[in-house]
């Protein structure tokens, strides 16, 4: 198993793996199947609640207990000004200046307003914030990102829950070799452990899903299977893929091979 | 009594409530919340200086699952 640790946003950790709380059939089964990810990093969001209302309190005991590190998101922010406010509260409610900057600039694939988020993320690093945003997989934006003081991107495989993996692999790619210094994560889209070692194949940092855990037939299982693919993914990054050829070349030797067609 | 905006719904209150009063008033019991005026973010620390007013907007968000 990989032992090698890596650093983001100020932590020393050991899990490539950044794994959502949302969508799973029964708060006991999100609690199983982060643990058995053996992810350090949790995403939470912050929501309206009546008074009275006990829901939230016992979803972050079970978060609490679990001793990992909290990125609270802005999810369903539309401006700036609302992801900043949200970014906020969060701070204060979850003792945390990490925040998953999520602007939202259309409602139909919920791709990011990369408008709002880079004039967000700007107002946000000013603040103390480590801001961890999601974008497209545009190399533009992710130059304005990178310019206000971004040291981490988080670029969509593809739409949120949409499960459909890696849309622009190339794109992905020209973000890492514009940014080697930056910390990278593929956030969104992820559906299935191939996708996971696909994205960590192209040399990014991490993975951020959800949907893909929490939607599984059995999540807990395929908590499991993903984090060994981010894992496999990331080895074989470091271990460095061999040139690929036009045409076969025998793998085992053909010298001394027997009953050998010298005049066939 | 001042008409207010909570998460949404309209509540009639005292006059002069600064946002501790508030939150009692509301017997709000979730631990762990934080509070927006007008979409404008109030630390626990101004809770006993801001006053709330006729025609605010509170939200009050409290931690759940997300992705």
């Known amino acids: ?264 | 009594m001042i008409k207010v905006s909570v998460n949404g719904e309209i509540k009639e209150l005292p006059k002069g409530l600064n946002v501790s009063q508030l939150i009692e008033a509301l017997n709000y019991k979730t631990k762990g919340f934080a509070v927006a005026i007008n979409t404008t973010f109030v630390s626990i620390k101004s809770y006993e200086e801001t006053i709330i007013k006729n025609g605010d907007t509170i939200d009050i968000l409290a931690p759940v699952q997300g992705g």
């Open chain 1, 1 to 264: 198993m990989n032992n090698e640790t890596w650093e983001i946003g100020g932590k020393t950790l050991k899990s490539r793996m950044l794994i959502g709380s949302a969508l799973y059939p029964s708060p006991a089964n999100m609690e199983e199947a982060i643990k058995e990810s053996e992810a350090q990093i949790v995403t939470v969001a912050l929501r309206r609640q009546s008074a009275g209302e006990g829901g939230g309190n016992n979803f972050w005991d079970i978060i609490k207990e679990l001793n990992i590190n909290v990125l609270p998101n802005t999810a369903g922010c539309h401006s700036a000004k609302e992801a900043i406010t949200t970014a906020q509260m969060a701070r204060e409610v979850f003792g945390t200046n990490w925040i998953k900057l999520e602007v939202i600039g259309d409602q139909y694939n919920l791709q990011p307003d990369p408008f709002e988020t880079v004039k967000a993320a700007e107002i946000l690093i000013k603040e103390g914030f480590e801001v961890f945003p999601y974008t497209t997989d545009d190399l533009v934006v992710a130059k304005r990102l990178a310019n206000v003081g971004c040291k981490i991107l988080m670029p969509w495989g593809s739409p949120i829950g949409s499960g459909q993996g890696l849309m622009n692999p190339s794109n992905l790619k020209a973000i890492r070799k514009q940014f080697p210094e930056l910390k990278l994560i593929v956030d969104a889209g992820i559906g299935k452990p191939s996708d996971a070692v696909e994205a960590m194949q192209l040399g990014y940092d991490g993975i951020l899903l959800n949907s893909a855990i929490a939607l599984a037939q059995d999540p807990v299982k395929m908590a499991q299977a993903f984090k060994y693919a981010t894992i496999a993914g990331r080895l074989g990054y470091e271990a460095g893929t061999m040139q690929k050829r036009e045409f076969a070349s025998p793998s085992t030797p053909t010298v001394g091979t027997p009953f050998w067609h010298q005049f066939s």
